[in-house]
Structures are given as structure tokens and as C-alpha cells.
T-cell receptor, first 110, second 114 residues
Framework: RKEVEQDPGPFNVPEGATVAFNCTYS??????FFWYRQDCRKEPKLLMS???SGNEDGRFTAQLNRASQYISLLIRDSKLSDSATYLC???????????FGTGTRLLVSP | NAGVTQTPKFQVLKTGQSMTLQCAQD?????MSWYRQDPGMGLRLIHY???????DQGEVPNGYNVSRSTTEDFPLRLLSAAPSQTSVYFC?????????????FGQGTRLTVV
């Protein structure tokens, strides 16, 4: 099983829609999880951290399900500017490296 | 507030040439790493370091060398460039991944090997 798995998408949604992405992880001992956003040809930047059951920041909500070993990212009221690739990141086994998912691409259309 | 500085931004190499990608951070981060990103492959870890003098291999280390003589710098060396190494390279730094902290990335190096 891969350490981190994501659906690559793309997810095509209209403006104003609600969209959710999931990410599964294999290291059951992980305590921290991250969602990063990457715009085309740019470096990834931190969007949200998830340390316990969940985290909310405006239109964005990240949730953690430890029993099923997945985290989710929910985006409400999608904007055109939300179009990007969303990367799921967890510490690898031994907590000496970060492991990135392949990313989920979101396209928000007018 | 420099953060992570990565140079060069663009580079074209001929097959067989060697070069060094530079990465420097001014945040006193313990952990530094190099990734390559290819279409449809996501970010793949090349090498990483958990502190000065300590390096380890990631997922795709072949053809690359690293060293960490100081906390601030973590250069990536391509020994003999091959077309398969055409990619976008990102350097990242953070406090220990086990300490639940954000990773900061350089702006990337777009490398083409012809």
C-alpha cells in the first residue's frame, strides 16, 4: 500500500459548488497531516494543517478519520481562484521525512 | 524574510554534464529535502537531511548526490545528467517532520537535459 494516496482528478466544478477530496495514508502512528496547494508551475504552499479531528478556515474544512486512516478537504462556495492542485502530506514512517500524495487537480469553471 | 532560496530557476544541460542545484534556508530548520516533480507523478523525494552532517536517500536517489555541511545549505548534485532527469526540482525545509510543522519550498528549478 502506498504511504499516501489521492485521486488525481481532475474535479471539474462550477463556481459556488462544494467539492471534497479524500486522502488515505498508511502510517497509523501519524499525528499530523497537511493539505498543500500548488498552482501551475509554482511551489507548493501550506493550505491547512490537521492535528486532531479537524480544522476549519473560512470556506475550507479539513477532517481526519483515524479509524479509516483518511483525511478530507472540503471546499465550500468554490471560486475560480481555487483552481489548483491540492497535495496531501503526511510524515513518513520514522517521522524523518514528509510524504506527498500525487495531488488532486481542481478546476472551477464560471 | 528570504525563507528558502533555490538557484538557478532554469537550466539546460547536455547529456553527461554535471551541475549543482543550490538550496539555502535562513529559518534554522533541521530538516531539508529535495523533490522532483514530473507530470502525473507528484512530488518524489530524492534525498533528505535531518540535520548537518546527516543525509539519507529518498524514493528516487539514483544519479544525485547531496551533502549537508551546514544547517543552512543543502546542495543537490547531478553527477552525469541524463534526459530522464529533465524535471522540476524543489527544495524544502522545515523543523522535524515529527514536530507537526509546515514545510517551506523554494521556487523550483526547471531543468532540461538534452
Amino acid at each position: 500500500r502506498k504511504e499516501v494516496e489521492q485521486d488525481p482528478g481532475p474535479f471539474n466544478v462550477p463556481e459556488g459548488a462544494t467539492v471534497a477530496f479524500n486522502c488515505t495514508y498508511s502510517n497509523s502512528a501519524s499525528q499530523s497531516f497537511f493539505w498543500y496547494r500548488q498552482d501551475c508551475r509554482k511551489e507548493p504552499k501550506l493550505l491547512m494543517s490537521v492535528y486532531s479531528s479537524g480544522n476549519e478556515d473560512g470556506r475550507f474544512t479539513a477532517q481526519l478519520n483515524r479509524a479509516s486512516q483518511y483525511i478530507s478537504l472540503l471546499i465550500r462556495d468554490s471560486k475560480l481562484s481555487d483552481s489548483a492542485t491540492y497535495l496531501c502530506v503526511v510524515p513518513g514512517r520514522g517521522f524523518q521525512k514528509l510524504v506527498f500524495g500525487t495531488g488532486t487537480r481542481l478546476l472551477v469553471s464560471p | 524574510n528570504a525563507g528558502v532560496t533555490q538557484t538557478p530557476k532554469f537550466q539546460v544541460l547536455k547529456t553527461g554534464q554535471s551541475m549543482t542545484l543550490q538550496c539555502a534556508q535562513d529559518m534554522n530548520h533541521e530538516y531539508m529535502s529535495w523533490y522532483r516533480q514530473d507530470p502525473g507523478m507528484g512530488l518524489r523525494l530524492i534525498h533528505y537531511s535531518v540535520g548537518a552532517g546527516i543525509t539519507d536517500q529518498g524514493e528516487v536517489p539514483n544519479g544525485y548526490n547531496v551533502s549537508r555541511s551546514t544547517t543552512e545549505d543543502f546542495p543537490l548534485r547531478l553527477l552525469s545528467a541524463a534526459p530522464s532527469q529533465t524535471s522540476v526540482y524543489f527544495c524544502a525545509s522545515s523543523y522535524s517532520p515529527g514536530k507537526n510543522t509546515e514545510a517551506f519550498f523554494g521556487q523550483g528549478t526547471r531543468l532540461t537535459v538534452v
